[in-house]
């Protein structure tokens, strides 16, 4: 696709760096689900626990990772505790716990150094963090950790070709359950589906893989092929999310749109990754009964055969350099990227002019989705057939760009979140999290 045109309607203003920033590199920052911290990661084997309300630094975490600590998860679904796991470079992931006193206001910091990992007389556990227990099993490094949404399963990938899920069993106690080497290639990302017990994987194999328990094992229920280079990220879509509000709010729109929008739905939240090949793409599984809920409390858990997924499609192509990171935010379904060349990228779902020409979902010569490939003709003709009379209604466009967000230096992530301090307009107001080679992380607010 060309490159959009450079009137957007949007911009992207920068609020505040947090402060004081790291001295190295800074990989990876995760908002805190319901508290406004976020906490990132650094290449001095630290982690930073920063607050979106004064955007200055609460307290640093080090002494628990040997070497860079790459990725950070929350886990969500609890209250009166924060948990935090995060993966390193060491090829362990470490599990983290506070105690939440409802005082976010930030003190004069402090650094809690875990060094003989589990250590924590000097600590005051009823107000710092304590180093709970470590993860081994990996090989190399670890470059990303992510938690189900429940909360039962944490997931972990490596440079090792590997992606582990963990099941928490009790308090401090987790069990292997599954160890997944279909992949060729480094694993650089996992993200859970936001309703189902279903795992997406990208990784250096230009591959994204989807994963799930069939009756008593995990096992890849699908393949999506398209990207011609790594795939750094993948992110999944909100639930009932839909062109900037829920898909259940069809109030005053033609029938058409509705029917479409409906369809839509019924294939579940979509998928959205990010390449070293410079394009964004957007996989949706083809309609079929929605998996089970996720149930931290369940021990038998329902399986389910192959999936079919399809491009759905290519988003505008912005970006000079590899994209590093792509994220979907769940409050207004619009997505961001960043990447190599510095610049943040603001995208949103539009529904196409009134007598625009629409465009398939499966093109004459399909991407391989599902199990579809050149060596399976027959899968691929079935995703041709899916594709047949269905018909896209909307367009991606640009309605934000920032150039250069941290000077010379690349930007290695960007995410949503919650904008918590005093100049916040409305409680759904988000803001944007860049996280930089410089060290620094930057919070931005878009104007639109």
Not at 40 to 59: A, E, I, N, Q
Not at 126 to 155: C, I, M, P, Q, Y
Not at 207 to 224: K, Q, S, T, Y
Not at 256 to 279: F, T
Request: charged share 30%; glycine share 8%.
């Amino acid at each position: 696709m060309s490159i959009p045109p450079p009137s957007h309607k949007g911009t992207i203003t920068l609020l505040s760096p947090l402060t004081p920033p790291s001295l190295a590199r800074t990989w990876f920052t995760a908002p805190h689900p319901t508290l406004p911290i976020v906490a990132t990661c650094s290449s001095d084997k630290s982690v930073r626990v920063y607050s979106l309300t004064s955007f200055t630094l609460l307290s640093t975490i080090s002494g628990g990772h040997k070497r860079s600590v790459r990725s950070c998860a929350w886990k969500p679904g609890i209250k009166g505790e924060s948990v935090l796991a995060t993966g390193s470079f060491d090829a362990s992931v470490g599990v983290w716990k506070r105690w939440e006193m409802g005082d976010l206001n930030p003190k004069p910091q402090r650094e809690l150094d875990f060094t003989d990992r589990g250590d924590t007389d000097n600590a005051d556990e009823d107000e710092e963090w304590r180093f709970a227990l470590v993860l081994d099993g990996h090989d190399s490094e670890v470059k990303s950790v992510a938690w189900s949404t429940a909360g039962n399963f944490l997931a972990t990938c490596s440079r090792d070709k590997s992606v582990w899920i963990w099941e928490e069993v009790g308090e401090d106690d987790f069990e292997t359950i599954a160890v997944l080497q279909e992949h060729s290639g480094d694993v650089k990302c996992v993200s859970w589906h936001p309703e189902e017990e279903l795992l997406a994987s990208a990784s250096y194999d230009d591959d994204i893989r989807l994963w799930r328990e069939e009756i008593d094992d995990w096992g890849c229920v699908a393949v999506l092929r398209g990207h011609e280079s790594t795939v750094w990220s993948v992110g999944w879509e909100g639930v009932d999310i839909m062109l900037g509000g829920k898909a259940t709010e069809m109030e005053g729109l033609a029938q058409e749109k509705k029917d479409w929008i409906e369809r839509r739905d019924k294939a579940g939240p979509r998928l959205v990754s990010c390449s070293d090949d410079l394009s964004i793409r957007i996989w949706r599984r083809r309609p079929r009964d929605k998996g089970p809920a996720q149930n931290p409390l369940s021990i038998m858990r329902s399986g389910s055969s192959q999936e079919e997924w399809v491009e759905e499609v290519k988003l505008p192509r912005v970006h000079e350099r590899a994209i590093y990171a792509v994220a979907w935010s769940h409050k207004t379904g619009r997505l961001l990227s960043t990447g190599g060349d510095g610049r943040i990228i603001v995208y949103e779902e539009q529904w196409k002019p009134a007598g625009d020409e629409t465009m398939k979902v499966i093109e004459e010569t399909p991407t391989t989705n599902g199990y579809a490939n050149a060596d399976n003709p027959a899968a691929v003709e079935t995703m041709e057939d899916v594709g047949k009379g269905i018909e896209e209604a909307t367009e991606w466009v640009v309605i934000a760009k920032m150039e250069g967000a941290h000077g010379v230096f690349e930007v290695n992530h960007v995410c949503w979140a919650a904008r918590a301090d005093r100049a916040k307009t409305h409680n759904d107001e988000e803001v944007i999290v860049s996280t930089g080679d410089d060290g620094v992380v930057k919070v931005w607010s878009l104007n639109i």
